[in-house]
T-cell receptor
């Protein structure tokens, strides 16, 4: 049963600490997304990659957030330094997208709930 | 730019009531349209989709028809159950085209609560 795996599921940290969230996309998927969900803002796109290349990270605060795909089986989202306003659930999603081959469907992980005190 | 607008929630219904959640979109051309559902404590999962005008997506008793004349994709179910309580997201995508497309554009979500 293919699924997107995210770690950690829950993280509580103090302001100023570095936080790294990891995602293992579904094997064979070439597009990976990072979303942030809060009660106030709903779902926000932070960044996404196709074939490991970043396509759009305009939704991400560049001074403290960074997203990478070291290889096709791992995507990371790092916050340094973290702030209380970063408290949210962070979702990774993967899919198959591209010229005339994409389906548009995304498969979401269960999310990483971050609390910054 | 492209956008999705769906009705504000929360929506509270009694079991076996009829459900309609409105969704309209703004886009140049004809994107693919989706409904995703998020159960408490979980990630989003695809509920149904339609890739061209007049297509009807259906799953688990839910239906939505792609109406290009009204740029709408309303979600309907004839008889809801307590287990349908969740947040429902309407979305559009251009994933079948090249370039940087492939992103899903989501509406803000509509929370549905079904009471026994």
């Amino acid at each position: 049963d293919a699924r997107v795996t995210q770690t950690p599921r829950h993280k509580v940290t103090e302001m100023g600490q570095e936080v790294t969230m990891r995602c293992q996309p579904i094997l064979g998927h070439n597009t990976v997304f990072w979303y942030r969900q809060t009660m106030m803002q709903g779902l926000e796109l932070l960044a996404y990659f196709r074939n490991r290349a970043p396509l759009d990270d305009s939704g991400m605060p560049k001074d403290r957030f960074s997203a990478e795909m070291p290889d096709a089986t791992l995507a990371t989202l790092k916050i340094q330094p973290s702030e209380p306003r970063d408290s949210a659930v962070y979702f990774c999603a993967s899919g198959l997208g591209g010229e005339r081959t994409g389906t548009g469907e995304l498969f979401f992980g269960e999310g990483s709930r971050l609390t910054v005190l | 730019g492209d956008s999705v607008t769906q009705m504000e929630g929360p929506v509270t219904l009694s079991e076996e009531a009829c459900l309609t959640i409105n969704c309209t979109y703004t886009a140049t051309g004809y994107p693919s349209l989706f409904w995703y559902v998020q159960y408490p404590g979980e990630g989003l999962q695809l509920l149904l989709k339609a890739t061209k005008a007049d297509d009807k997506g259906s799953n688990k008793g839910f239906e939505a028809t792609y109406r290009k004349e009204t740029t709408s994709f309303h979600l309907e179910k004839g008889s809801v159950q307590v287990s349908d309580s969740a947040v429902y997201f309407c979305a559009l995508s251009w994933a079948n085209y090249g370039g940087s497309q492939g992103n899903l554009i989501f509406g803000k979500g509509t929370k549905l609560s079904v009471k026994p």
